[in-house]
């Protein structure tokens, strides 16, 4: 049975993701992360939460713990991520496409 990740499992795996960055992604990242916090997404017509991880000048990075993968976003006018992909990126990956 599925059940939300932790904030404390998602640290750790977060410590686990960085070991896998470049040095030039890991210094990126450790220059916009924050505490984990819970934002409201919108998921097949319902609102749910995820964990923002890092907050840029243009959005945040967060984490799906449906799809188990990190992404890109930002609020909606309702104060929720509206618009979300169903990946499953590891933080390298999200890293590596902001770096574009």
């Given at each position: 049975?599925?059940?939300?990740?932790?904030?404390?499992?998602?640290?750790?795996?977060?410590?686990?993701?960085?070991?896998?960055c470049t040095s030039e992604e890991h210094n990126f990242f450790t220059r916009y992360r924050v505490?984990?916090?819970?934002?409201?997404?919108?998921?097949?017509?319902?609102?749910?939460?995820?964990?923002?991880?890092?907050?840029?000048?243009?959005?945040?990075?967060?984490?799906?713990?449906?799809?188990?993968?990190?992404?890109?976003?930002?609020?909606?006018?309702?104060?929720?991520?509206?618009?979300?992909?169903?990946?499953?990126?590891?933080?390298?990956?999200?890293?590596?496409?902001?770096?574009?």
């Amino acid at each position: 049975m599925w059940r939300s990740i932790s904030e404390s499992e998602l640290k750790e795996l977060i410590d686990r993701e960085l070991k896998k960055c470049t040095s030039e992604e890991h210094n990126f990242f450790t220059r916009y992360r924050v505490s984990p916090y819970k934002v409201p997404i919108h998921r097949l017509g319902n609102l749910e939460e995820v964990f923002v991880v890092a907050e840029l000048p243009s959005g945040f990075i967060y984490y799906e713990d449906v799809e188990e993968g990190f992404e890109f976003g930002s609020l909606g006018t309702d104060g929720a991520i509206s618009k979300q992909g169903c990946n499953q990126y590891e933080l390298k990956h999200v890293l590596s496409r902001l770096k574009r």
